[in-house]
Every structure is written in structure tokens, then in C-alpha cells.
């Protein structure tokens, strides 16, 4: 059974960072694309950023680019998002998906597996 766990979320003022961590049981990340999403009440679930594992190539979205850092530590089969300068639009609850079917990273349909999410509070 494939399980995607996240956790490192919490409430942290806007300036601060945070460490996210997707750790898989009963799934390898190895030649897969895993991604982070987030959601937040009455809007659409969006890509935040996304590695191949066994590629080291990562994906931005915009709004995050230069702020967010995605990285990967195989060993543990567990893939990190550090978000640094937070905002509070960054607020939000964060997804770990993987399983990826391509051919957008950035599109929740693409993916077959994800994570129950870890919420993000960032006060103004």
C-alpha cells in the first residue's frame, strides 16, 4: 500500500521559513517526478514545485521561484520543500504527490498518489 506522509507545517510569521519533508512507505521516488501542491478554501489545488528524482530537475511556480527550494534525499526516500521569505498568500494546505503520469507537473490529474497535506499558516 502506498502512503505519502508530510509533515513540518505550522504558523510562522511572514518573513520566517519552513521545512517540509514527503516521506513515501510502500513506494519508491526513484524515476519519478514528485511535486508539492497547495490549496487553499475555494480555490483550485496549485503546483508549487516539483524534482525528478533521479534527474535533479526542478520546477518552479512563478510566485515561489527564488523563495522555494525542492531537493530530494534518496537514502530516506523523502523529498523536502524549504520555504524561505514566507508570505502570508503562501498560507494554505501543502500536498506531496507522486506517481507522475506527465505531461504537466503543475496539474494535480497527473499524479496517482498523494499525501493527506500539512497546513501552512503565515501571519501578516
Known amino acids: 500500500q502506498v502512503q505519502l506522509v508530510e509533515s513540518g507545517g505550522g504558523l510562522v510569521q511572514a518573513g520566517g521559513s519552513l521545512r517540509l519533508a514527503c516521506t513515501a512507505s510502500?513506494?519508491?521516488?526513484?524515476?519519478?517526478?514528485v511535486a508539492w501542491f497547495r490549496q487553499t478554501p475555494g480555490k483550485e489545488r496549485e503546483g508549487v514545485a516539483s524534482i525528478g528524482t533521479d534527474w535533479f530537475i526542478t520546477y518552479y511556480a512563478d510566485s515561489v521561484k527564488g523563495r522555494f527550494t525542492i531537493s530530494q534525499d534518496n537514502a530516506n526516500n523523502t523529498v523536502y520543500l524549504q520555504m524561505n521569505s514566507l508570505k502570508p498568500e503562501d498560507t494554505g494546505m501543502y500536498y506531496c504527490a507522486a506517481g507522475y503520469r506527465g505531461p504537466r507537473w503543475s496539474l494535480r490529474g497527473n499524479y496517482d498518489y498523494w499525501g493527506q497535506g500539512t497546513q501552512v499558516t503565515v501571519s501578516a
Open positions: 510502500g513506494y519508491s521516488f526513484s524515476k519519478d517526478w
